[in-house]
């Protein structure tokens, strides 16, 4: 390998490093800000940076003194203060040999003296530099120095906290995706019991109860898979109970159609609507006849979920307040309680049968 290949392998690897730590375009942090205070006070400068050297560009995490946020690599001082792990002085830059012809030095700014000393991880790359900037030349004395390299150290010690939180952050949700999908798979076998243990001979009038447990065991599994394989603050409603009711359909051996609007609900939503529909469902598949239809809509930050099937209707003497003793209607009330709503029952305006409607907003 030649000089210039291993140039830039080792730079390749000083990028990926840079975007490990993944710092850039980060929103401004107070604990640098004041680093950077800290920094051009001791120096008795204008001007100090915690600057990033990207691939094409520097820019600055935090900037004292100074209202740009990055500029291009090519004129940055930046970009050579890293090439090296000591620390990079211009005591008067206009008579360094290494910065007469830098724009920064040359042009309208007039950069007379730089004080930088890199960010160096601990595996050993310089992601950029904490540096202190002035337009009038001036001495550095050894505690300066000395002073800077402890601040840059600073610098990087937020910068691997930060980085092993993430890592932290994301061990955890592998750990919790594995719990959950174990959680899953253990309904599905007590579900699996349930139904095995219905279809024994000696059971007698249970078997109809000890199905209905397995179905809604089962249904809580599929509420819990989908519900976890949505990662992000927010998910669709209706994308959502499609890919649930999918499953439903297959367990209760009925035809379920999802009508309804597209939008985003919080995901922290997902899982009692999950539930609720869930229980809606079972519930019309045991009471009522022909299709189910699950109905989501959204108007005015009121959200809805109607449930309806094509059976005999509410009986004539239908009490609200009986219905919701039932372990069904109270697992739902609940649920609609946790979203902030509430749960009514009627005849279909449309056709035959009966639908439950949950209203909420979401604020409990």
């Known amino acids: 390998m030649t000089f210039a290949d291993a140039m830039l392998d080792k730079e390749a690897q000083r990028i990926a490093a840079v975007r490990r730590y993944d710092v850039l375009d ?22 100090s940076i915690i600057s990033i050297v990207d691939e094409d560009r520097i820019w600055f995490k935090s900037h004292h003194g100074l209202s740009a946020q990055q500029i291009d690599r090519g004129p940055g001082l930046c970009a050579s203060a890293i090439l090296a792990n000591d620390p990079y002085l211009l005591p008067d830059a206009s008579l360094d040999p290494r910065s007469l012809a830098n724009p920064l030095v040359a042009g309208d700014f007039g950069l007379r003296f730089y004080a930088g000393i890199p960010l160096t991880t601990s595996d050993g790359y310089n992601l950029g530099t904490l540096c202190v900037i002035d337009k009038e030349p001036r001495p550095i004395d050894e505690s300066q120095i000395e002073d800077l390299k402890d601040l840059a150290s600073i610098v990087i010690d937020h910068l691997e906290m930060r980085l092993s939180a993430q890592h932290a952050v994301s061990q955890a949700k592998l750990m919790a995706r594995e ?27 249970a078997a109809s109860h000890l199905q209905l447990a397995a179905n809604r065991v089962a249904a809580v599994a599929q509420v819990h898979r989908h519900f976890y394989a949505d990662e992000a603050d927010e998910a669709s409603c209706i994308a959502f109970l499609r890919r649930l009711c999918e499953d439903l359909a297959t367990i209760l051996g009925r035809l379920i159609v999802v009508h309804g609007d597209d939008g985003k609900v919080p995901t922290t939503w997902i899982q009692p609507i999950g539930l609720l529909v869930n229980e809606l469902v079972t519930n019309a598949a045991k009471h009522g006849a022909g299709r189910i239809d699950v109905t989501y809509a959204h108007e005015a930050g009121e959200h809805r979920i109607v449930v309806c099937d094509q059976g005999e209707g509410l009986p004539a003497d239908f009490d609200p307040a009986a219905a919701a003793k039932s372990l069904g209607m109270r697992v739902v009330t609940s649920l609609a309680r946790q979203l902030g709503g509430t749960l009514s029952a009627a005849d279909r305006s449309d056709a035959k049968g009966s639908c439950f409607t949950v209203r909420f907003t979401g604020s409990a």
């Open 179 to 205: 719990i959950d999908h174990r959680v899953m798979n253990s309904l599905q076998f007590v579900s699996g019991l349930l139904a095995m243990q219905s279809r024994t001979p000696d059971v007698g009038p």
């Open 26 to 47: 980060t929103p401004p942090n107070g604990a640098f800000d004041r680093i950077t205070a800290l920094a051009a006070r001791r120096f008795g400068v204008p001007i």
